[in-house]
């Protein structure tokens, strides 16, 4: 029997951390993106779960896979959308706005999946993505299996976090982006128009929040149920937090939580009960509470975070 | 005779292979007209004793259900409800003159199940995915690492508890974890293990329901739960208007066609088979008992 | 006259029932330096947010070298070639100087900034102009003066052809104001044509070509800068001539309010160091500054809001122990607020919660934790009468008062108590001239009365009229007093400049 | 567009905004409905009949009002001080396990008349613990509460996980993941018999009425709003923000952990994780529809568990997906909030 040191030289340890922080991954970066805009967006939760629905349905109707994803992102930016629209234009409170459309979207698919889906014994399936063999690194000994054993949404992912860090560090969007989240006001009287950078940040986000979605029914696994999202989408809230806004370390956050995750179940093997499996399911959540006392001093917190900008209004 | 109005509240929706097995026989006891059925599904702690209630006002005779979450209000509502017969698959035992009881007791085939199993594993380290230690999750694994024991008594096992009933890929990391630990043999209390098994290219037995058309190459071997004998015995009861405040867990038994063992040849090593095949005969005729053993595997 | 940079034509706009701005028309020449003038919400900063397309005009229209403008487009109006420099900065403070110069001058569907041509450029626009600053510093990290730079660079970075200024020098020190004219001077010189606003007449006088007068929203008069004088267009901007109240000589009695050597630190950072001055019952002292210097918070110490971390406060003789709000208020310490849509009054309450809310532990406004609404209504209805407040009764809610009148209401709540000390920052911000008169006149009376007063403002016209004596705060620090009859505005401007010996 | 703010909002308005959300929310859900293939109009008729058609369905109903109210009021009194708690649901849990612990034979031991007002206490005291933390980190930091309150609900539960599956487990629960139950004489007293209705309902109905009468006409509840609506202006007239928003704090995140008391004690008896069906997260949603008034969080919360009750009934009935009942509730909210914007704006241009 292995030791609970020697879990982590396990290459299925690694695998299985990469497996669990891609839909975080997606998650996080699509708050991010929204909060970087100054609008926090607790319909995450929802949007995540209509994703991993509206995914899983395209590719049981026949779609690809690919198709699925497309799909998902695109229902993901129509509730991004209704979010915007709620609490940019309008200015509604952001909180409870969020909250709301994590209500809406999740009974929104549920509700949907069972029209739409016949009720059956067992959860229908699809044929999810496959790891995806990339030519000589799949052959490395143990980074192989580790590290490049993954299906193609997880790579996407990873990219996509060092694309989105460098769009909002190098290029007019992205410091547009930030300038919005910063001071709306500030941004108008460059010509930026902070309604529409809003807009777009919330449903550009939104749309990779459904990504993480289905992520989870499209290759982590082949069907969808009901409360399959399991409190994922608070985490990424948490994560952006623990990032502070920054989506490189975003992605070691992601990772980071994994490797909890993963490590515990494996650990639970090898020592069996010792530590109650809960505590490091919490860590995350106290990680980050931690990281915003850190934060607060040094005001990295995107200023107009939750701050309604009303044209013409002081 | 006139057709009996049964009701069933499903906690987990019915594509819960557990749930799916009560809906099954349910469904299947209305297409041979002896029952009416209604049910609900996806039904929390909260709303389930409602629902109870409300089934029980609609002129329901029996309600199947589930009381593992809400053990004693379920028997509360039966007290308040003397004209309706619960069936409630629990950890306790009956209640009242109408609150029965049944437990799911595959036990049997998964101690069959174990035996053809022993053999096939190259590290002779057998995973198992189970939702929560509960007397019936423990009395499967337990059932199942004895049938390996007798064909294979230097085996190994390891377990996993994702700590809630149904949360597939939960089942399916478990199972990874547990492939990563060195299993080679997976024996699945819980959907989502398989595909486990399937990713990682090794062997595993499904519980309750036939994984097998989902996983061709993958599970050899299930073990089997049917509902409908219990069911029947509690249909009867209720129209002869007999005390159906009892535990109908018995008929899970083998011998009453409550549990069996649905296995392809092909995958297994065939001379596992004969032996098995004996020990399944004497278990339908009495002569040999599988161990029944609640505590908490380790 | 020169070609025409700007033409505003028939401009009107509404905010609900009131007209900001009316029917205004108006012209910029090309190299021509244009002061606006006007009360506050005169209207002024309105017509510029509408200029640049901020808001959007009820009817009228813009033009811009001859081509109209769409309406509500600050995008638009940058690319005419107009700048604008916001009387509250519109600065990211979180962001560098190069990222707030540079956000939003590239097509947004680039794939990459060009910052190395961009902080070329802005070297050599600090260079031509001469308006030096750190392009990699955050912004949030620089004085009051070197963000007022960075908000003209931005304009001049977009090429801006048309340079507008809401007030640039209401943060500003003398010295630094005079340098931004001298700037703004060249920049004419060089073809920019300029429109400024500000409050202050001998600046407009100086610097301008033209001054043009907004009054209720209306262009009410235009002037060459040579042909009028300070008087003129006081009374313009006023509508009539309005006398101010007199200060009588009088002997002051015991000293009421008094700082010894008081320092208040902040975050590391010292906000007052060794602050000493007194107060006697029946004089008027006032302290003299430009914002920025300690003001504020010299106000918050004798509000009874922040301590001092080293020396003593006495009030009436007695050291102050204990710093809180309600204390003062007990003490008989009347506080008038600088801010007061930030620190005077709750919008979202009625007048009446307004006026007690500050003495709410008083037994007559409140017993067993029970609110006394009877006599809080009464006490309201008491200050709306004697203090002509307009706009509604004691159940109106406060935001809807304009703000002269919740001057008025927070005035009002101070002195119906005759208060033995009053503590007055900035008292007639933001009020027309009839309000200045009548809260001048009521400051004039507490102090016939006995009441101790110190007066805080930028306004030096205010502290010569109404202060016995007057001191000067510069980085937090105070110069001694002098009597306010040696005060001439020379003598002012250097001891608000810190050049306390020349100034003695 | 663009959106100006009413001077005064007429009373029509007022009183037709929330009916006319209301309204838009049943026409979209009735969309929805059709698009199972049921009659929209018996539909609707089913869900009253199951919020209101019976007794067994009036009790129903009320009971699921119990938590609603306390959870609705903790969620309006923290947001009436501009206090972001979306942490009810954590403080729910907290409030559950210190009353199922303290009531359980692990526990006190007193007589019921004096415990049961003891078992309150604790799970109030449990909850209002929980929502000073966050609160602490604001006062003393900075930190923004909306997300730290958030954050805790999911260690709360994991907590609550973690001690029903270790030193609080029913042992007697055969494995089952559940807390030591209270004593059967500390659960609370039916309002009818044979239904699960308690008297959990009055006290929730009686405290929302004391906190109007706090809110309205106490000093504490004058200086509560004004820390509110302006903090800096308050605290220039001396209410001491500080003091005055931890006991709103205190009184918020009680409320809160009141719920869970009163739902061990009244109706289940013993805490798992699944307690609540997200009764902290929809005191967010009855809070907004009733404006924050805690005599509209009554009718709010009835309103909400009428929907839920109602259409859950509906859908045994009519074979409608029970999911359409959160669906009404989700869409309720949504069109509420911009129905109360759109009393209070004007929309321009
Ligand atoms: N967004 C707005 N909503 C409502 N009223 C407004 C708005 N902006 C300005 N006003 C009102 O319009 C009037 C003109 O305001 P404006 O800011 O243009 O005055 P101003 O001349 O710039 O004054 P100041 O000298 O104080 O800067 C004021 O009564 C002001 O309260
Ligand atoms: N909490 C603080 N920490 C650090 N520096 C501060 C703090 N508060 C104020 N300052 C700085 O200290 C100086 C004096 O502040 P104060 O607010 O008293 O000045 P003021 O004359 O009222 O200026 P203003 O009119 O701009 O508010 C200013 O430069 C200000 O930016
Ligand atoms: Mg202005
Ligand atoms: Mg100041």
Redesign the pocket.
Known sequence: MMDALDIFATAGLWAAVLRIATPLIFGTLGALVCERAGVLNLGIEGIMTFGAMVGWLTVYHGGDLWLGLAAAALAGAAFGLLHALLTVPLGLSQHVTGLGITLFASSLSYYIFRLVVPVSGTPPTIEPFQPLRIPYLSDLPFLGEAVFAQTAPTYVAILLAFLIALALQKTPLGLAVRIVGENPHAAEAQGIDPIRVRIASVVFGSALMALGGAFLTLAAFNSFFPTMVQGRGWVCIALVVFASWRPERALLGALLFALFDAYQLRLSHVVGKAVPYQVFLMIPYLLSIAALLVMARRARVPQALMQPFRRGER | AEKLKVAGIHASPVENAWNSRLHEALLAAAKDGVIEYTFSEGVSGTDYPRAMREYAEAGNKLIVGESYAVETEARQVAADYPGTAFLMGSSGGPAGDNFGTFGTWNHEAAYLAGMLAGPMSKTGTFGTVGAIPIPEVNILINAFRAGVKETRPDAKFLVGFIGTFFDPPKARESGLAQIDAGADILFGERIGTADAAKEKGIKSIGSLIDYTPRYPETVFANAMWYFRPILDAAIKDTQAGAKTGKDYSPFSYMKEGGNDIVFTESMVIADTIPAMQAKREAIKAGTFTVPVDPSEPT | MSARALELNGITKRFGALVANDDVTLTLGQGELLALLGENGAGKTTLMNILFGHYTADSGSVAAFGRTLPPGKPRAAIEAGIGMVHQHFALAANLSVIENVIAGTERLGALALNKRAARVKLAALSERFGLTVDPDARVGDL??GERQRVEILKSLYRDARVLILDEPTA?LTHQEAERLYRTLRGMAEQGLSIIFISHKLHEVLAAADRVVVLRGGKVVAERKAGDTNREELAELMVGRRVARPHRDAQTPGAVALKADRVS?M???????SDVSFEVRAGETLGVI????????????LVSGLVSPSSGSLDLFGHPVAQFSPRGFVEMGVGRIP??RNADGAIGEMTIWENAVLERIGEKRFSSGGLVRRGPARAFAAEIIRRFDVRGGGPDTATRLLSGGNMQKLILGRNLITAPKILVAAQPTRGLDEGAVAAVHAEILAARRAGTAVLLIS?DLDEVVALADRVQA?V??RLSPPIPVSDADPRRLGLMMAGAWDEAA | MRLERRAHVPLSLAIAAPIGAVVAALILAGLLIALAGVPVFEAYRRMLIGAFGSRLSISETLTRTTPLILTGLAAAVAFRSRVWNIGAEGQFYLGALATAALGSKLGLHLAPLVEIPILMLAGALAGALLLLVPLGLRLKFGVDEVVTTLLLNFVAVLFVSMMIEGPLKDPLAFGWPQSVPILADMALPKLLPRSRLHIGLLVAIGLALVLYFIQSRTRFGLEARAAGLNPQAARFAGVPIGSILVRVALISGGLAGLAGAIEVLGVKGYVTTDLSPGFGYTGVVVAMLAGLNPIGVIVAALFVATMFVGADGMSRAMGVPSFIADVIVALSLLTMLVALLLANYRVRR
């Open positions: 004085s009051v943060v208040v902040s975050g590391g950072a010292s906000l007052l500054g430009v914002s920025g210097n300690g003001q504020s918070t010299l106000g918050r600088e801010d930028e705060i980085k937090g």
